[in-house]
């Protein structure tokens, strides 16, 4: 727990939200965070395109921080027509409470509140009219998928392999890791001995790599449901003398430089990401929304996608240039999902 006077401090510094602004956005991550930077930098480029004023606040995967600037916000009175909302660790419900009542529209992307409180919550009137269809990713698709490339790296010999997921409360990580082993599980030549839990983190997946290297020898295949976690991986196994892309291999999620320059080297066998547009997606459904136009979402939507070296997606993903990735991915043919289509691919 922070001191209150650190908290204080930061409410007087950072939430000085503007009276103009047209969306504010609670990111549970950090702003130098490979992942949570990229939603931001792909929303600011979106809220670009389609004239919305934006800002970001960052919580720092601090849950309790997260709930504490919703509140601060709240109690500023300088409330913005649209706050976007991520339910890390099922801490929605709790942000949800503090707009009620409250002439603001929430809009949850990513993670979501659960099914049944979704329903519950769309029987009140307020509900009804501020509580917007959330945009949420198949992660259960890219579990699969992922899952699949790599026991095609690593081939149709009987091979053993683990799962390093985040957590077990997160929506994203629970259905992106039930897409893994639940393919995993079903191919007879291979063996899935356990599924750990490193949250996210390069250090934590690192030493429970080194745990499970000693615990099974023979094991040919790790998967991981995030970048980080596969760099902390592979930390490990330089550390032993094993090498990734032969001795063993590695699937994992995101797009960072890093980890798209390690599947360009092979160290990375498989790699899914495009889950970070979710956040444009969401600014294009506001940007409509504020122009009278219905506010639709019909998820899991189809953000991700495996990325293979040398395709024009994945060159946009190295540069970062982020009009041409929302152009080229995001140039949809339902015009419910049309985002960013007038942008010339490659122009700043």
């Known amino acids: 727990m922070k001191p209150v006077v650190l908290l204080c401090l930061?409410?007087?510094?950072?939430?000085?939200?503007?009276?103009?602004?047209?969306?504010?956005?609670?990111?549970?991550?950090?702003?130098?965070?490979?992942?949570?930077?990229?939603?931001?930098?792909?929303?600011?480029?979106?809220?670009?395109?389609?004239?919305?004023?934006?800002?970001?606040?960052?919580?720092?995967?601090?849950?309790?921080l997260m709930i504490d600037q919703v509140n601060a916000l709240v109690r500023s009175k300088k409330?913005?027509?649209?706050?976007?909302?991520?339910?890390?660790?099922?801490?929605?419900?709790?942000?949800?409470?503090?707009f009620y009542g409250l002439p603001v529209y929430?809009?949850?992307?990513?993670?979501?509140?659960?099914?049944?409180?979704?329903?519950?919550?769309?029987e009140d009137p307020h509900w009804q009219q501020f509580l917007l269809?959330?945009?949420?990713?198949?992660?259960y698709s890219i579990g699969q998928a992922s899952a699949l490339a790599l026991a095609e790296a690593i081939g149709s010999e009987p091979a053993e392999v683990i799962c390093i997921?985040?957590?077990?409360?997160?929506?994203?990580?629970?259905?992106?890791t039930s897409g893994a082993t639940d393919f995993l599980s079903s191919q007879p030549h291979l063996t899935l001995h356990q599924v750990v839990y490193a949250h996210w983190r390069e250090d934590s997946a690192y030493w429970l790599t080194l745990k499970m290297l000693q615990r099974y020898p023979n094991l040919t295949g790790i998967w991981t449901a995030n970048d980080h976690m596969a760099f902390g991986v592979l930390r490990a196994l330089e550390e032993q003398g094993v090498i990734a892309g032969k001795d063993i291999f590695i699937?994992?999620?995101?797009?960072?430089?890093?980890?798209?320059?390690?599947?360009?080297?092979g160290k990375i066998a498989?790699?899914?990401g495009g889950h970070f547009l979710a956040g444009a997606v969401v600014m294009d459904k506001i940007a409509k929304h504020r122009h009278g136009d219905q506010y639709s979402a019909s998820p899991p939507f189809p953000l991700f996608s495996l990325l293979e070296p040398g395709s024009e997606y994945f060159k946009a993903l190295l540069s970062r240039d982020w009009r041409a990735i929302i152009s080229h991915k995001l140039c949809l043919s339902d015009p419910d999902e049309n985002l960013g289509c007038g942008a010339t691919v490659g122009a700043k």
């Open 10 to 64: 930061l409410y007087l510094f950072c939430f000085q939200v503007k009276a103009k602004t047209d969306v504010v956005f609670f990111n549970p991550g950090k702003a130098q965070e490979s992942f949570w930077g990229d939603v931001d930098k792909a929303m600011v480029e979106a809220a670009n395109l389609f004239d919305l004023k934006l800002e970001i606040f960052h919580a720092n995967r601090d849950r309790l």
């Open 79 to 98: 409330l913005p027509k649209y706050v976007v909302l991520v339910s890390e660790e099922a801490s929605a419900s709790k942000m949800l409470k503090s």
């Open 106 to 122: 929430v809009a949850l992307m990513l993670n979501d509140i659960s099914k049944e409180e979704r329903a519950l919550l769309m």
């Open 133 to 139: 269809p959330a945009v949420v990713p198949d992660n």
């Open 165 to 176: 997921s985040g957590d077990t409360l997160t929506p994203a990580s629970v259905n992106r």
């Open 251 to 265: 699937s994992t999620v995101n797009t960072s430089e890093k980890v798209l320059r390690l599947r360009q080297q």
């Open 270 to 272: 498989a790699l899914g």
